[in-house]
């Protein structure tokens, strides 16, 4: 399984961005996708997170609600995040990270996930 993140970049506050995460080696379609950010000195948090049953129902970190939207497309076996409004301390590397198959519904959890990807750099100035 290989997981690669890219979208991530330099941005003013307010901008915004939109992170993929391109999957391979797994069944995407049938499998839950998460995102996390690590920012420095900080541990790693949960961001948001997608299911494959139910609609594909999807959970967020309560400082990105409203603002950051995961949405997956199964034919490109791609996840992404979009992030409006972004800001200072939404800097962080960002990582996307799957479950193991099976697991119809996504976890804020990242002991939930087996595999992640290397993670892309989101750096946000005032």
């Known amino acids: 399984v290989q997981l690669q993140a890219s979208g991530g970049g330099p941005v003013q506050a307010g901008d915004s961005l939109r992170l993929s995460c391109a999957a391979s080696g797994l069944s995407f379609s049938r499998s839950s996708q998460g995102w996390f950010r690590q920012a420095p000195g900080k541990e790693r948090e949960f961001v948001a997170t997608i299911g494959w049953i139910g609609g594909a129902r999807s959970a967020y970190a309560d400082s990105v609600k409203g603002r950051f939207t995961i949405s997956r497309d199964n034919a490109k076996n791609t996840v992404y995040l979009q992030m409006n409004s972004l800001k200072p301390e939404d800097t962080a590397v960002y990582y996307c990270?799957?479950?193991?198959?099976?697991?119809?519904?996504?976890?804020?959890?990242?002991?939930?996930?087996?595999?992640w990807g290397q993670g892309t750099q989101v750096t946000v100035s005032s």
């Open positions: 990270a799957t479950r193991p198959a099976g697991y119809g519904s996504g976890s804020p959890n990242a002991n939930a996930y087996e595999y």
